[in-house]
């Protein structure tokens, strides 16, 4: 069983910036950032496999930037532009085998982190 830590949530601006962090237990191929808003349902920010391919949700391109160091089993979302829609509890999670858009797959998940955006 892996577990995840996430740290480096908080309050900011809008046009603020902020850096996610998630600590993995052990090996994982894929990990993501999925967050979930009061109301809405969970969506999947971005991903990256352990060749860092990466993938972003249409809301967020071009203002995230995910990353991850194999070497530390620990991934980022550097966040910048923040708007207050991003505000919402964002969630480490991982996989082994493929990435997917599916935030229903990830079988091992952090405890969460709060992002909010006024």
């Known amino acids: 069983h892996v577990q995840l830590v996430e740290s480096g949530g908080g309050s900011v601006q809008a046009g603020g910036s902020l850096r996610l962090s998630c600590a993995a237990s052990?090996?994982?191929?894929?990990m993501a950032w999925i967050r979930q808003a009061p109301g809405k349902e969970r969506e999947r920010v971005a991903h990256?496999?352990?060749?860092?391919?990466?993938t972003y949700a249409d809301s967020v391109k071009g203002r995230f930037t995910i990353s991850r160091d194999n070497a530390t089993n620990t991934q980022y979302l550097n966040m910048n532009d923040l708007k207050p829609e991003d505000t919402a509890m964002y969630y480490c999670?991982?996989?082994?085998?493929?990435?997917?858009?599916?935030?229903?797959?990830?079988?091992?998940w952090g405890q969460g982190t709060q992002v909010t955006v006024s």
């Open positions: 999670a991982a996989k082994q085998g493929g990435c997917t858009v599916r935030p229903d797959v990830f079988r091992y």
């Open positions: 052990g090996y994982t191929y894929c």
């Open positions: 990256i496999d352990r060749d860092g391919r990466t």
